[in-house]
């Protein structure tokens, strides 16, 4: 059964702006994961954060995690076009198994 | 580093057929492997989870005499499709996690194999 749930499932945005993802699971973990896809390939690992931490970030990618409220964000800043994309959250209860959630789509604009 | 091959890319095949779905861990060995589903627009689905030299572990409602998964070796995984049907068709994803307890967290993905089932 799926954990994660992404909101929201579309998001068109111009090139130059932010984009905000948000990911809510219902049960404990112990990391919650980022992963992007390009329409028909395989997926990327982004970032992944424990369910320790608070906030990560890796170049553009900021990722939050609030485990009180079950919920993550992932923040992208000054979008350009080549990060349009399918972004999935998926979450890891125990070591190795990945449950992902339905996906946001991201269309960056020029 | 951390590269995962899958041949081939795609495969279309009369309904009826086998289709045999390699995935390989080109720079690093895997001692877990996992098969995923993925429908157009859709999440994926973990179908089954793959142990070098042990039988896989399927997930509710995935058929394992249907799907065969053969783990023969840290750097091969290979998923087999028999008696294939239009309902089959569907993008096949894997995944492998690098061996040693502190790196299984990440896992990486194949880039995908497309199957069509005429």
């Known amino acids: 059964s799926q954990q994660g749930e992404e909101d929201p499932q579309a998001l068109s945005i111009q090139e130059g702006e932010n984009a905000t993802m948000n990911c809510s699971y219902k049960t404990s973990i112990n990391n919650l994961q980022w992963y992007r896809q390009n329409s028909g390939r395989g997926l990327v690992h982004l970032i992944l954060i424990r369910s320790n931490e608070r906030e990560k970030h890796s170049g553009r990618l900021r990722v939050t995690l609030d485990t009180s409220k079950k919920s993550s964000s992932l923040l992208i800043t000054a979008s350009r076009a080549a990060d349009t994309a399918s972004y999935f959250c998926?979450?890891?209860?125990?070591?190795?198994?990945?449950?992902f959630g339905k996906g946001t789509m991201l269309l960056v604009s020029p | 580093g951390a590269v995962v091959s899958q041949h081939p890319s795609w495969v279309i095949c009369k309904s009826g057929t086998s289709v045999k779905i390699e995935c390989r861990s080109l720079?690093?060995?895997?001692?877990?492997m996992f098969w995923y589903r993925q429908f157009p627009k859709q999440s994926l689905m973990l179908m089954a989870t793959s142990n070098e030299g042990s039988k896989a572990t399927y997930e509710q409602g995935v058929e394992k005499d249907k799907f065969l998964i053969n783990h023969a070796s840290l750097t091969l995984s290979t998923l087999t499709v028999t008696s294939a049907h239009p309902e089959d068709s569907s993008f096949y994803i894997c995944s492998a996690s690098i061996s040693g307890l502190e790196y299984q967290e990440t896992q990486y993905f194949g880039p995908g194999t497309r199957l069509l089932v005429l």
């Open positions: 720079d690093f060995q895997a001692t877990t």
């Open positions: 998926a979450t890891a209860s125990g070591y190795s198994t990945l449950t």
